[in-house]
């Protein structure tokens, strides 16, 4: 098993030491996370990966300051997650793309810069050039109920995109798309990634998917939350569908699966 600890990268976005987090219940505490390490580095797109339930989104909204760790520190960019949500380091796609259904695309966009304060004509000029980055140009004037899911998702992309984040967070984004779609946008995002040079940290519980995208896997244990592996794709940089039937892509796939049945020997 890989420890977290052990990433070689200078230049950390992302610093996790120790974070443990327990949620208090009717029927006593339970363990969502438990002494999680990690390190990302600049530029790189890590995914989180491991059965429902197993902590994934959790270790996610703990680095977006939408959880508190019950124990561990944790550092974004060098600050608390906390200092980094004011500064508005990082950019956050959800599972659902949860756009207003009375604005057209472009007002979704615009949206959180209007919320910032910024002028008129550099709000319009940012939101063109994200929904361009995201294929949607021609469709500003559009709601997202004239939008297909995987339309409103790209919105939400460019919306989070928009504020000219470093890092963006992206739970699940397309989980709740039909396979013909999902294999589309992965496609896109990767080039997305490629051009935009982000940190990406992104949820899933897709293995080909974890594998297509990613630099770095992380295999998460069932509750409490663990990490069992990290697992390098050194896959080139350039890659498209076609190399999901190549060996080497076959050959990490099956050392995350390996990962996540490992993960059950720490089932209670």
Not at 239 to 262: C, K, M, N, Y
């Amino acid at each position: 098993m890989n420890s977290a600890s052990a990433s070689t990268g200078i230049n950390h976005v992302v610093e996790v030491k120790e974070v443990c987090l327990d949620f208090p219940t009717k029927e006593g505490v339970v363990k969502a996370l438990s002494n999680v390490d990690l390190n990302i580095n600049a530029g790189e797109f890590v995914s989180f990966i491991g059965p429902s339930g197993c902590g994934k989104t959790t270790l996610m909204r703990v680095l977006a300051d939408l959880e508190q760790p019950t124990s561990g520190s944790v550092l974004v960019n060098g600050m608390s997650p906390a200092e980094a949500r004011k500064q508005r380091a990082y950019g956050y796609v959800f599972q659902a793309p949860a756009l207003l259904p009375w604005r057209t695309v472009q007002d979704n966009v615009l949206l959180p810069l209007e919320i910032m304060g910024y002028e008129s004509g550099q709000r319009q000029q940012l939101a063109q050039e994200y929904l361009q980055l995201v294929n949607l140009s021609g469709f500003e004037d559009k709601y997202p109920w004239q939008l297909s899911g995987g339309m409103q998702q790209r919105v939400s992309i460019a919306r989070a995109l928009v504020i000219e984040p470093q890092l963006l967070f992206m739970d699940e984004p397309f989980g709740a798309l039909d396979e013909i779609t999902r294999d589309h946008l992965n496609d896109q995002l990767l080039r997305l990634w490629q051009q935009t040079q982000k940190t990406v940290v992104f949820v899933t519980h897709s293995i080909p998917e974890a594998v297509f995208l990613s630099s770095r896997i992380v295999v998460m244990s069932p509750r409490p939350g663990r990490i069992i592996d990290i697992i390098d794709c050194n896959l080139p940089a350039d890659r498209t569908l076609d190399i999901r039937e190549s060996p080497e892509f076959l050959a990490i796939a099956q050392r995350v699966r390996a990962g996540l049945a490992a993960g059950h020997s720490y089932d209670d």
